[in-house]
């Protein structure tokens, strides 16, 4: 087993570990987690032998291989299926054995070794790890250097996941993955046979894998056994008993509370409801475990949000005059929540640049409301952002009136307190950066955010206080995600952009894993579609008839919704007033006439809440026909 044992580890003048221990044992598979800067990447270079400890003992047991996946590449000019296969350092040393062999005598029992490791089949097995990250058919002959950095990023998580390690050491392997290939490294990692010490911040990915988390925190090394949900019970359960952590937890749990409110008489779908409402029972020890994190904001929505906020029609998407995605016909209302599920290469990202404004149709129409403010977030926003100014300033070029102390506190809620506010943000870490771009799209009050993979780079802590943002936020939202808790608390449709076609997905993620599952040819360019049938146009045929059938209930739950709000809206006017003391010393009519309006108000909205809840189960049964 590996052991660290009260171990120090300091780096210049800032001390990352002191007095910290662990204990791995063979097979067991652990969540590495803690805030930007605490020290994890530097505890993989400590357990690699990069850097040594001041104080304490690390302990590896000799006879284990250890596998690191690299950030960067240096064998630009190999070619793909030779650099995967470089990761087998057996293999290599083997098959060079073989090569420079002059004794023919002894090559009987190299070619045994070379049977014995299943050599024969390397290549089967590389080709195999490039298709489950995504990677086209023809990616094994083609030259490393031809592909992008975040590709390369997933080459070097094939060629670490082709070594015969004992123990596997993956610093956020999903940050440039899609969902389906996050997917598929998750079903990988769990039939791994060896040890896993993996840093990550997707809570999910590290809920169906991990057993044991390692928190670094306070320079300590905390130990708690089960996932990441159990270590946020164990840590709500220890934050509890700590009065200063008590008045912050309230104001979170009220904040989640007021949430399920407003959720329930807005829902599109009762079954999606029930599942989130579900979720929404869990938030308050997720809350409790998060009252330290340093982030807290909120998504200002601009001042007109129209009732339709932007329509595509009869669309087609593509680059070059070759089509991606064709006949697209969407409108984007201000309750919109949708996610984006496809595989790689299907049109997600493309079909997000277009609602955008960032590429232009290859036919058909884009129809933005004439209020319509955008706030688009793709990786590309991070590379736009000027290194040599700071964080405050990219927000004073926005708003050139506004106050320093005005910034200041807005930017102290995404983690830039005191003059790291005004620091020059060229020597940020991509975490910090993505902070920044995320903080300048919500300051400029959009009312559709259209967000493309917004927590790569992001921390634990971060990801969740973007989560209950979006959670309050009152525009709409299109989302593509790898991160599976972001997507289930946030959006309450899916949109499958898959085979040239987008179409509603009417399921979960948990269905859409199932559907994967039972479509393992997904790579190829022709795919079957979630209900199986091979006749494509009579299946959009009836797609169309049925969304035609359900429009007239859709409009009925929407014009529900609306009165509904208006409703809440009076009640909650009415409860203000009847706040007012001075009120009951009066002897005028005004308060029997508030009290009798405050009771109407609330059976009104009883009755129209039992109403929507009637409607929806209605419009479910009629979509399971």
């Known amino acids: 087993m590996m052991k660290l044992n009260t171990v120090r580890l300091q780096l210049g003048t800032k001390v990352l570990l002191d007095n910290a221990s662990f204990t791995l044992h063979p097979g067991q598979k652990c969540g ?69 062999q002059l004794d023919s005598d002894k090559l009987p029992a190299l070619y045994e070794q070379l049977e014995h490791i299943q050599g024969y ?33 997933r080459l070097n998580l094939a060629r670490t996941l082709m070594s015969r390690a004992d123990l596997l050491l993956l610093d956020e392997p999903t940050n440039h993955l899609d969902l389906d290939a996050a997917l598929w490294l998750e079903d990988w990692l769990k039939t791994f046979p060896g040890s896993l010490l993996i840093i990550s911040h997707d809570r999910d990915f590290l809920d169906n894998i991990v057993s044991h988390i390692y928190s670094v925190e306070h320079q300590q090394i905390h130990t708690y056994k089960g996932n990441y949900s159990d270590y946020e019970q164990q840590k709500a359960e220890r934050l509890a008993q700590q009065s200063a952590a008590y008045q912050k937890q309230q104001q979170r749990i009220a904040e989640i509370e007021d949430f399920v409110r407003r959720f329930r008489a807005k829902a599109t779908k009762a079954k ?32 007109k949000v129209p009732e339709t906020l932007l329509n595509i029609e009869q669309a087609a998407l593509g680059y070059d005059n070759q089509t991606i995605v064709e006949n697209i016909n969407l ?94 943000i060229s020597h940020f870490s991509g975490g910090e950066k993505a902070r920044v771009a995320l903080a300048l799209i919500c300051w400029q009050k959009p009312n559709l955010l259209l967000l493309d993979e917004p927590t790569n780079h992001l921390d634990l802590e971060m990801r969740q206080a973007l989560t209950l943002a979006l959670q309050n936020f009152s525009g709409a939202v299109v989302i593509v995600s790898h991160d599976r808790h972001l997507l ?3 959006v309450d449709e899916f949109l499958l952009v898959d085979a040239g076609r987008v179409q509603s997905f009417d399921g979960t993620l948990d269905d859409y894993q199932l559907w994967l599952q039972q479509n393992k040819n997904h790579a190829e360019d022709k795919e079957t579609l979630p209900t199986g049938k091979q006749d494509k146009k009579a299946q959009r045929q009836t797609a169309a008839a049925k969304r035609e059938k359900l429009k007239p209930l859709m409009h009925k739950i929407k014009q529900l ?54 409607l929806n189960d209605e419009l479910e049964n009629l979509r399971q026909k």
């Open 32 to 100: 590495l987690i803690g805030a930007n800067g605490a020290g994890k990447t530097s505890l993989f270079r400590l357990l690699l032998g990069e850097i040594q400890e001041d104080e304490g003992r690390v302990s590896v047991p000799s006879q284990w291989k250890l596998a690191h996946m690299a950030q960067e590449i240096t064998a630009i000019d190999s070619r793909v299926l030779d650099y995967i296969i470089g990761g087998d350092s057996e293999y290599l040393r083997i098959k060079q054995a073989i090569d420079s």
């Open 121 to 153: 089949t390397i290549e089967t097995r590389a080709q195999k790890l490039l298709h489950g990250l995504g990677f086209a058919k023809d990616a094994a002959n083609r030259l490393v250097s031809e592909f992008s950095g975040g590709w390369q990023i």
């Open 272 to 303: 999606q409801a029930q599942s989130r409402l579900k979720e929404m029972q869990r938030m308050e020890k997720i809350a409790a475990a998060h009252v330290d994190s340093p982030f807290s904001f909120v998504i200002p929505v601009a001042e």
């Open 331 to 424: 409108t984007l209302l201000a309750s919109s929540r949708i996610g984006l599920l496809g595989k790689n290469g299907a049109g997600k990202s493309t079909l997000i640049k277009a609602l955008a404004g960032e590429t232009q149709l290859l036919q058909g129409e884009l129809n933005p409301s004439l209020h319509l403010k955008l706030g688009y977030y793709a990786q590309h926003q991070l590379e736009a952002l000027d290194l040599s100014a700071s964080a405050a300033l990219h927000v004073q070029r926005l708003s050139p009136r506004a106050s320093e102390q005005e910034i200041r506190n807005y930017l102290g809620g995404f983690g830039f307190q005191g003059d790291r506010a005004f620091e020059n």
């Open 488 to 490: 289930k608390n946030s």
């Open 561 to 614: 919704e609306r009165e509904l709000e208006s409703s809440q809206k009076q009640l909650q006017d009415i409860d203000q007033q009847l706040g007012d003391t001075e009120l009951y010393n009066t002897a005028d009519s005004k308060l029997s006439k508030l009290m009798k309006t405050q009771g109407e108000l609330r059976k009104q909205i009883s009755d129209r809440e039992e109403h929507w809840l009637t």
